[in-house]
């Protein structure tokens, strides 16, 4: 099977052109990565990220909060586009801990969450992570439960791609 770019289809086996570290996308050529970078337009990166058939998150760096969600992730977290965009990504798997006094990220119990802490790093340092794991508590109607989520990461331009890989809740 020939490698393509994951969102335009441009075959990847006769050029220099995947992005290291492909995570996220499993492939993605360079003029796909610079309309992430050109681009300031939330409904253009969505449109973009529509095309990949996994739930996916594009957090901005600071605040590090969702950009933007394709349907897929809308569609696992049950929420709309304007109920993800501007939170950040505890909020929107419903974490328990997101919506304390201090919040996601900066209450106590976050101090060692590998999905943020994967995050930081990515933007930080440009390391891409896969299939990072942790265990959530989680706030579904009112019910809590422990979920394990399951998450990789991919920095594209000044944005990072967050894959949800698993959120299934524990029995």
């Known amino acids: 099977m020939k490698p393509i770019c994951v969102l335009c289809k441009t075959d990847?086996?006769?050029?220099?052109?995947?992005?290291?570290?492909?995570?996220?996308?499993?492939s993605i050529c360079f003029s796909c990565a610079n309309k992430f970078k050109l681009s300031s337009s939330a409904d253009i990166l969505k449109?973009?990220?529509?095309?990949?058939?996994?739930?996916?998150?594009?957090?901005?760096?600071e605040p590090r909060q969702v950009y933007t969600a394709n349907n897929k992730a809308l569609e696992l977290f049950d929420k709309?586009?304007?109920q993800a965009e501007g939170c950040r990504g505890g909020q929107v798997f419903d974490c328990v801990h997101a919506f304390t006094e201090a919040g996601c990220g900066k209450d106590a119990n976050c101090e060692n969450c590998k999905?943020?802490?994967a995050v930081i790093e990515?933007?930080?340092?440009?390391?891409?992570?896969?299939?990072i794991a942790t265990d959530l508590q989680i706030n579904k109607?009112?019910?809590?439960s422990l979920y394990n989520l399951r998450?990789?990461?991919e920095k594209v331009g000044?944005?990072?791609?967050?894959?949800?890989?698993?959120?299934k809740k524990k029995t």
């Open 122 to 131: 990515t933007f930080a340092a440009g390391k891409s992570f896969k299939d």
């Open 158 to 167: 000044d944005l990072e791609l967050l894959r949800i890989d698993q959120y």
């Open 141 to 144: 109607n009112g019910e809590i």
């Open 115 to 117: 999905i943020k802490n």
């Open 151 to 153: 998450v990789s990461t």
């Open 47 to 61: 449109e973009i990220i529509d095309t990949i058939d996994t739930p996916i998150l594009l957090m901005q760096p």
């Open 12 to 26: 990847l086996d006769n050029s220099n052109e995947q992005l290291p570290e492909s995570n996220v996308t499993g």
């Open 80 to 82: 709309t586009l304007s």
